[in-house]
């Protein structure tokens, strides 16, 4: 087996005369760099968003946000937070936003236009029970999570993984 040997030491000894430390640590940074700017998730940051503090709702904003006819609910799978102890856009006490969201468009009847929403889950306490609404309009598949409902997405939260209930934020208009 010496031939083996031979052979794994000349092989090793190229790669070693063709790679300077310096050309190794150079090509590890250009790693680092180019690995931090890839997006770790491909969801909304809904932390980072924030929109619900300032998101009063469209001037005419028909319906009932107990019910789930209600128009910001076309793309929701889960408990009304309204139903909760929470509003449309905030969790009710006790719970927290997940720091991603899903979205989706939806219609609002009553000035014709379409809206981008941002749907939070509420973590932190067990699952509401109140209001459940399954609406799933423009609902994708898992594979396409931020598009798709049918997750737990306070697996990202710092509180808790359980799950309570889902807001509708307003993020803006859909031009
Ligand atoms: N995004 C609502 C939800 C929560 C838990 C399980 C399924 C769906």
Redesign the pocket.
Known sequence: MKWLDDLTEESTRAVARRSSRRSLLGRLAVALVGASTLPLLPVERGAAAEPAKSDDGPAQDPGDPTTCEYWRYCGI??FLCSCCGGSITTCPPGTEPAAVT?IGTCHNPADNKDYFLS?N?CCGKSSCGRCMCNRNEGDTPIYQPPLS??????VGSKADIA?HC?VSRIVGLAK
Do not use: E, H, M, R
């Open positions: 799978d889960g899903w749907y889950d409902n049918d997750v737990n997405w306070c799950y889902t």
